[in-house]
């Protein structure tokens, strides 16, 4: 893909998000967002899947200081490719205030790894969502986790729910954590008591070396209500399956927005209602605490996380 226009029907980031009625914890961490260049700076892959608008770092420090978060994990944009440059900015600016996730290839030199963990990146992210990027052999991918591990990093996993059994063996031989995007992206017109997610919380029972992220409501929503017009209980279909892996794994997961929210199509959330999204989530305030800061400080930022 080589032109700069947009993906068509692509849809940008609120312009204009709400102040959130919840008042977050001191040091909240939103640990799943991107950033989208800027093109002019920081060009996308010519391999891309799609073309984003612009999403800046000042935009996004701008956002995290509106939303009353503190700091960002910021995860490697697949319309960047391995290109780390765009994130690696968003960490150079941050004043300590942000780890990141890149991608790398298989012949990235121990000194690479070496200055990526010096600017602050902990993790390396493997896509298995066709539709984003092409397939990585998973013996590339393993080789890559055996590299990592030494530097106490994880890996961030991205697939549909369809696919877990397929993946199940390589997830759970992997020698570093790994974290799980969007709940595991489940069906949530299935119940969440049911079968096919009964999976994914075997697979966090099973493996404490496995977490998760809520986050995503918006992907995974069927019947909403968006988070739109001041919506109060927005993605009420989703809160289920939430309750549950906070039930299976409250230490063991994680929050973000995933601003500026790549590839909807069907609406843009409001980032404000997402915040407080996280009241019908997580209603008891201690829940919140893990969720928020202690479990993210602890993967990211240890040195300064409180005793576990």
């Known amino acids: 893909m080589t032109s700069s226009e947009k993906t068509p029907g692509w849809l940008d980031w609120h312009p204009a998000p709400s102040r959130p009625r919840l008042a977050l914890p001191a040091s909240t961490v939103d640990a799943h967002c991107h950033v989208f260049g800027p093109a002019a700076q920081f060009p996308f892959a010519p391999e891309r899947k799609y073309t984003p608008c612009d999403a800046s770092r000042e935009q996004l420090f701008a956002l995290r200081d509106h939303l009353g978060v503190s700091r960002n994990v910021v995860v490697q944009a697949t319309c960047h490719g391995a290109d780390n440059r765009a994130m690696l900015d968003v960490l150079a600016h941050a004043d300590g205030r942000a780890r990141g996730v890149a991608t790398v290839r298989r012949d990235v030199a121990d000194a690479e790894l070496e200055r990526l963990h010096a600017a602050g990146v902990r993790g390396v992210r493997f896509n298995f969502v066709r539709r984003l990027v092409d397939f990585t052999p998973k013996e590339e991918l393993a080789e890559i986790a055996r590299r990592i591990a030494p530097l106490g990093w994880h890996v961030v996993v991205y697939f549909e729910a369809a696919d877990l059994p397929d993946l199940w063996d390589f997830f759970t031989t992997l020698p570093t954590p ?131």
């Open 178 to 308: 790994v974290v799980v995007d969007h709940l595991g992206r489940p069906d949530v017109s299935q119940p969440a008591d049911g079968p096919a997610f009964a999976l994914f919380l075997r697979l966090l029972r099973e493996h404490p070396n496995v977490w998760t992220k809520l986050s995503c409501p918006e992907r995974l929503s069927v019947s909403g209500p968006p988070a739109r017009d001041g919506e109060p209980r927005p993605y009420r279909d989703v809160v289920p399956f939430a309750h549950r892996v906070l039930e299976v794994a409250p230490d063991r997961t994680l929050w973000g927005t995933d601003w500026p929210h790549p590839n909807l199509t069907q609406h843009m959330p409001d980032d404000g209602l997402l915040v407080d999204h996280l009241a019908q989530v997580a209603p008891d305030a201690g829940v919140r605490q893990r969720l928020l800061v202690d479990n993210p400080m602890r993967l990211y930022w240890p040195e300064e996380a409180a005793p576990h």
